[in-house]
């Protein structure tokens, strides 16, 4: 039984989530960090996430008992009454926006809640279904997190916020494109709206390859607006061009399906390589330095 709570919470949706937390919190730490604060913030995000993720498999059904990948879903087989689950994510929601609020600060909590109500309120309830822009919206839920973990520590929405939205929020336009393609008959199926389905797999090559440039674009402003060093730099220039080569590949693929699987692999291990770079190469405040030299 514990079993089946853990897995409508999607686990492996948890933990991407959390490598991309420690990134912007220990981006935002600099080297000194809050450990209450830390395991507050894992935490509270953890338990937005999974109630986020609960209250998607709620939603998703009547969609999900469509779709190969999803048809065996502990709600879609009636494993957990839809009443219990419900009650489950409000009660992990209610938790995680209070720990947010009183481990960690104010606005962490509240960006929460706007990632959360952006994912479950106008993405899941609505824009998934009706809309091909349902992919961009929810982009922005899932760049939530890493904001949160930075904010977390820095208490102000800055320009470091704002690069880090940025980036996460033009990675999942690709990751999920790419997921629509090679599960592009599961899409049809259920008849949702997504890119490679609408206006065909073609277009959806183009808006990848967009998006990849700008990804690359929004990943070096860490270190030019002073917030990487040159390591993390490296490594996000080197990630993006590789990712970008991939996408370009997908011109003259014969296989789209393999092709677009692989370059959903690979956007995990982009994404992740950036999270573990911002969290041992970041820059120490130059106000600080310029204070030290004065003195």
Sequence with gaps: MIKLYLQVTKPGIIFGNLISVIGGFLLA?????????????????????ASGCVYNNFIDRDIDVKME??????????????TISLVYATVLGIAGFALLYFGANPLAMWLAVMGFVVYVGIYSLYMKRKSV???????????APPVIGYCAVTSQFDAGALILLAIFSLWQMPHSYA??????????????????VVKGIS????HITLYILAFMIATLMLTLGGYAGY???????????WW??????????QNDRVWARKLFVFSIVAITAL?????????????????????
């Design 244 to 253: 970008l080569g991939m996408a370009l590949s997908g011109y003259k693929t």
């Design 29 to 49: 730490s600099k080297g000194s960090i809050d450990y209450p604060l830390f395991l507050s913030t894992l935490v509270g995000v953890s338990l937005v996430v």
């Design 203 to 206: 277009v959806a090559k183009n």
């Design 179 to 196: 997921i629509a393609i090679f599960r592009l008959k599961d899409y049809q199926a259920a008849n949702i709206p997504v890119l490679p």
């Design 231 to 241: 390591k993390y730099l490296v490594v996000a220039a080197a990630v993006s061009v």
């Design 275 to 295: 999270s573990v770079m911002m969290s041992v190469d970041f820059m120490a405040p130059a106000s600080k330095d310029l204070l030290t030299m004065v003195r």
């Design 133 to 143: 822009y349902g992919t961009l919206i929810g982009s922005l839920s899932g760049a």
């Design 69 to 82: 990948r999803t048809r065996n879903r502990v709600l879609v087989q009636g494993l957990i009454s839809p």
